[in-house]
């Protein structure tokens, strides 16, 4: 069965970088469309970043655009999220997951494969 685990997540001053790994063990057969969702203390979770199955299209919030990069290496089963630029208001419980649609991105409901989530904090 496929799942997916994250890691990468840390304590950092503002302004700082780190990068988020999701790996997919268990059943990796095929690549799927993943992404990436923050939830904040008392915030409701919002979707934050995608990629498709081929990496070749990706998506982002308004809120990271110019700061965060998601990208794949397929053949380690992961996907990356780069984390620039990193202010306060990033701090949240980070997680990855399959889009419906297993292949591309559009829209944030409905992923399914939920990560256990790591701890980003941006704090000086």
């Known amino acids: 069965q496929l799942q997916l685990v994250e890691s990468g997540g840390g304590l950092v001053q503002p302004g700082g970088s780190l990068r988020l790994s999701c790996a997919a063990t268990?059943?990796?057969?095929?690549?799927?469309?993943i992404g990436w969702f923050r939830q904040a203390p008392g915030k409701e979770r919002e979707g934050v970043s995608c990629?498709?199955?081929?990496?070749?299209?990706?998506t982002y919030a308004d809120s990271v655009k110019g700061r965060f990069t998601i990208s794949r290496d397929n053949a380690k089963n992961t996907v990356y999220l780069q984390m620039n630029s990193l202010k306060p208001e990033d701090t949240a419980v980070y997680y990855c997951?399959?889009?419906?649609?297993?292949?591309?991105?559009?829209?944030?409901?409905?992923?399914?494969?939920w990560g256990q989530g790591t701890q980003v904090t941006v704090s000086s």
């Open positions: 268990g059943f990796t057969e095929d690549y799927y469309a």
């Open positions: 997951a399959i889009h419906p649609s297993r292949y591309y991105c559009g829209g944030w409901a409905d992923f399914d494969s």
């Open positions: 990629i498709s199955s081929s990496g070749g299209s990706t």
